[in-house]
């Protein structure tokens, strides 16, 4: 079986602040996707990136980066320079080829960025 | 990415009514997906919606509380039946267009409320 855990429930920083959400995640598949997504009071799940098992080198996107380590199964998602407008909650997710495609999720990270 | 189109995007309903929800995508995708996520909570597969044949339930999901169609690779429909005030939740739509590319997306969601 597959588990997602994102420790942080609820983060609060002040703009500017640099904020990184921890997201730990357990499989015994050697393939696998992992994902982040924002959610928005809006309530849409808004994608923000895609990593693959085979792939640990980290990503940068803007303000975003993410670090993947296979060693601590960890897939954490840094934001530097916070705006209020990325206050949402955030999820981590995972997928398993062999076990049907579909996502399962961690429990979610709360941001509020203040200004 | 897929443009996904999913209806209403909110609704109040009386107890022991159904709800029908629309999923419709702009292109043919590869696997069709249905969460729930409840009050503050996070995301819980219902189903995999299979084309042409009856979709696959998650443990605690049954298909008479949620019948799922998919009749073509676009298009798929979730219904919420005899409802109660515990299936207020978000209800969303989730598309894989391809395996080898594995993406997936996420509907508006559809949020209900039952009184």
């Known amino acids: 079986a597959q588990k997602v855990t994102q420790a942080q429930t609820e983060i609060s920083v002040v703009e500017k602040e640099d904020v990184t959400l921890d997201c730990v995640y357990e499989?015994?598949?050697?393939?696998?996707?992992l994902f982040w997504y924002k959610q928005p009071p809006s309530g849409e799940l808004v994608f923000l990136i895609r990593?693959?098992?085979?792939?640990?080198q980290n990503e940068i996107s803007g303000r975003y980066s993410w670090n993947f380590q296979k060693s601590t199964s960890s897939f954490n998602f840094t934001i530097t320079a916070s705006q209020v407008v990325d206050s949402a909650v955030y999820f981590c997710?995972?997928?398993?080829?062999?076990?049907?495609?579909?996502?399962?999720f961690g429990g979610g990270t709360r941001l509020m960025v203040k200004p | 990415s897929a443009v996904i189109s999913q209806k209403p995007s909110r609704d109040i309903c009386q107890r022991g009514t159904s709800l029908t929800i629309q999923c419709q995508v702009d292109?043919?995708?590869?696997?069709m997906f249905w969460y729930r996520q409840q009050p503050g909570q996070s995301l819980t597969l219902i189903a995999t919606?299979?084309?042409?044949?009856?979709?696959?339930?998650e443990s605690g999901f049954v298909i008479d509380k949620f019948p799922i169609s998919r009749p073509n690779l676009t298009f798929s429909t979730l219904t919420v039946s005899n409802m109660s005030p515990e299936d207020s939740s978000i209800y969303l739509c989730?598309?894989?267009?391809?395996?080898?590319?594995?993406?997936?997306?996420f509907g508006q969601g559809t949020r209900l409320t039952v009184v």
């Open positions: 997710a995972l997928s398993v080829r062999n076990a049907g495609n579909m996502l399962t």
């Open positions: 499989t015994r598949d050697t393939t696998y996707y």
């Open positions: 990593r693959n098992s085979f792939d640990e």
């Open positions: 919606a299979n084309q042409g044949s009856e979709a696959t339930y």
């Open positions: 292109s043919q995708v590869t696997m």
């Open positions: 989730s598309v894989v267009q391809s395996i080898l590319n594995y993406e997936a997306f």
